[in-house]
């Protein structure tokens, strides 16, 4: 799998190969353009691990099991729908939430955890500009998201979802200092874009395999209806549903 530092590498060997043939000038810019390419889809495909290392499923499972994920929660109007839903068909699932949401609700955020699920940070502001901060304003936001995890539950977060899955140099060094195993996703169901419940259900389930991570969001109606639909299919095909700390065999807390 391509990595940044060997990408970089390969283009600056590239570079002075160029230079020592003294080709045409908008080559320079060709091999710019494909670097630059390289990166950007680098930078927003998690499963790439281009930037750093996360986990995104585990195949090697001896169990035919998945783990459901909800992220940028908790929302006041649809993480008690959820939560209901799964209490009653004794589902356990991961919630990544987002700092500033656990201070608007800390009430919901602490009932996730009491009714057996795992929390993860999702980072304090959920900023649309997260890719771009720099190193030390990606670690303050999230310890920020952190500290209000350990207010509530008294025990450390060590479970990162970095926010839209997007990574780069400056979160890599921040999750380095702050030492959080990072959690992707290899199912993606597009449940915040897609409109229609049956298309998103379908990207879900066409090709799901034991040790599948599936990403979903709590925060709208079409993921409640989505979910109904999804525990049917694992039922009937006799899959079981975990947390993701279990699933990889990491703590989720310290
Ligand atoms: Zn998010």
Same mark, same amino acid.
């Given at each position: 799998?391509?990595?940044?530092?060997?990408?970089?590498?390969?283009?600056?060997?590239?570079?002075?190969?160029?230079?020592?043939?003294?080709?045409?000038?908008?080559?320079?810019?060709?091999?710019?353009?494909?670097?630059?390419?390289?990166?950007?889809?680098?930078?927003?495909?998690?499963?790439?691990?281009?930037?750093?290392?996360?986990?995104?499923?585990?195949?090697?499972?001896?169990?035919?099991?998945?783990?459901?994920?909800?992220?940028?929660?908790?929302?006041?109007?649809?993480?008690?729908?959820?939560?209901?839903?799964?209490?009653? !068909?004794? =589902?356990?699932?991961?919630?990544?939430?987002?700092?500033?949401? /656990?201070? $608007?609700?800390? &009430?919901?955020?602490?009932? %996730?955890?009491?009714?057996?699920?795992?929390?993860?940070?999702?980072?304090?502001?959920?900023?649309?500009?997260?890719?771009?901060?720099?190193?030390?304003?990606?670690?303050?936001?999230?310890?920020?998201?952190?500290?209000?995890?350990?207010?509530?539950?008294?025990?450390?977060?060590?479970?990162?979802?970095?926010?839209?899955?997007?990574?780069?140099?400056?979160?890599?060094?921040?999750?380095?200092?702050?030492?959080? !195993?990072? =959690?992707?996703?290899?199912?993606?169901?597009?449940?915040?874009? /897609?409109? $229609?419940?049956? &298309?998103?259900?379908?990207? %879900?389930?066409?090709?799901?395999?034991?040790?599948?991570?599936?990403?979903?969001?709590?925060?709208?109606?079409?993921?409640?209806?989505?979910?109904?639909?999804?525990?049917?299919?694992?039922?009937?095909?006799?899959?079981?549903?975990?947390?993701?700390?279990?699933?990889?065999?990491?703590?989720?807390?310290?």
């Amino acid at each position: 799998m391509l990595k940044f530092e060997r990408v970089n590498s390969f283009f600056f060997v590239v570079v002075l190969l160029v230079y020592t043939f003294e080709v045409p000038k908008f080559l320079y810019f060709f091999i710019f353009l494909v670097w630059l390419v390289i990166t950007i889809i680098g930078s927003f495909h998690i499963r790439w691990n281009y930037h750093l290392k996360a986990l995104h499923s585990n195949p090697h499972t001896n169990k035919k099991q998945v783990a459901i994920t909800f992220d940028d929660g908790p929302n006041l109007e649809f993480t008690p729908q959820i939560l209901t839903f799964l209490k009653k !068909h004794n =589902i356990k699932a991961t919630f990544f939430c987002v700092g500033k949401q /656990i201070e $608007n609700h800390p &009430k919901l955020f602490n009932q %996730i955890v009491n009714q057996g699920h795992v929390v993860g940070n999702h980072s304090y502001s959920h900023s649309n500009n997260f890719g771009f901060f720099s190193h030390k304003k990606v670690l303050d936001d999230v310890n920020k998201c952190n500290e209000l995890i350990y207010e509530n539950l008294n025990v450390n977060s060590n479970l990162f979802r970095p926010p839209f899955g997007v990574t780069n140099p400056a979160i890599r060094k921040a999750i380095a200092k702050t030492r959080h !195993h990072v =959690i992707g996703w290899n199912v993606r169901s597009l449940d915040t874009k /897609i409109k $229609n419940p049956e &298309k998103i259900l379908k990207r %879900i389930t066409k090709r799901l395999k034991p040790g599948d991570v599936i990403l979903l969001h709590d925060t709208n109606k079409r993921t409640l209806v989505v979910l109904e639909q999804l525990l049917l299919f694992l039922h009937e095909h006799q899959f079981e549903t975990t947390t993701v700390d279990k699933l990889f065999e990491i703590e989720a807390y310290v």
